[in-house]
């Protein structure tokens, strides 16, 4: 199973956003961003830093973009990803559940929306996209509210996600895909 493993990259990343006080993200979040970037497009270390909008020393935002690489290249080796937090959408635990991570994710997204949406009728993103916006919460919309009613459909949407983001995965990395 594929994980952000390295112990000396991970411990750089955390020291530095604990320093940062409330604002910073959590691990978890973290986590989100870098797998967006892992799956999707990506211009280098610097996007890091313009999806969380805040300045980052180059040893962090090098430490993000080495995680990610490692990410990238275990989840091509064909390990499934694996998520620091539990995937219950409706857990809460202040920054460590699965709405922060979604969170992340969707950071690293909107960073790149254009990128990530394509002018096909068929284009299958917003289907991929909707458990992240949906269980983070960002969006207010009257129709997210009546999805998130539906508890045993949210569930399943959770318990997806690693099949999503492999879906994404082969839509950017693969050899067809616009990164590929």
Not at 16 to 34: D, K, R
Not at 68 to 75: A, H, M, N, Q, V
Not at 98 to 118: D, I, N, P, T, Y
Request: contains cysteine; hydrophobic residues 40%; glycine residues 10%.
């Amino acid at each position: 199973m594929s994980g952000i493993s390295n112990p000396h990259l991970k411990h750089t990343v955390e020291t530095y956003f604990a320093g940062q006080g409330e604002e910073a993200p959590s691990w978890v979040e973290t986590h989100g961003l870098i797998c967006a970037f892992t799956v999707g497009p990506y211009d280098g270390p610097a996007d890091f830093g313009l999806a969380l909008e805040m300045s980052l020393p180059e040893a962090v935002a090098g430490a993000l973009d080495e995680l990610r690489g490692r990410l990238l290249t275990d989840t091509l080796g064909g390990e499934r990803i694996t998520l620091p937090c539990l995937l219950d959408p409706y857990r809460e635990d202040d920054g460590a559940d699965l709405a922060s991570w979604c969170a992340g994710f969707l950071s690293g997204m909107l960073l790149h929306e254009e990128r990530w949406h394509s002018d096909e009728d068929d284009d299958p993103m917003a289907t991929w996209l909707l458990p992240m916006l949906l269980i983070s919460g960002v969006d207010d919309d009257p129709a997210l509210d009546e999805v998130w009613n539906d508890s045993q459909l949210v569930r399943q949407m959770a318990n997806g996600i690693p099949d999503v983001l492999e879906e994404m995965m082969l839509h950017f990395q693969g050899p067809d895909g616009p990164q590929g």
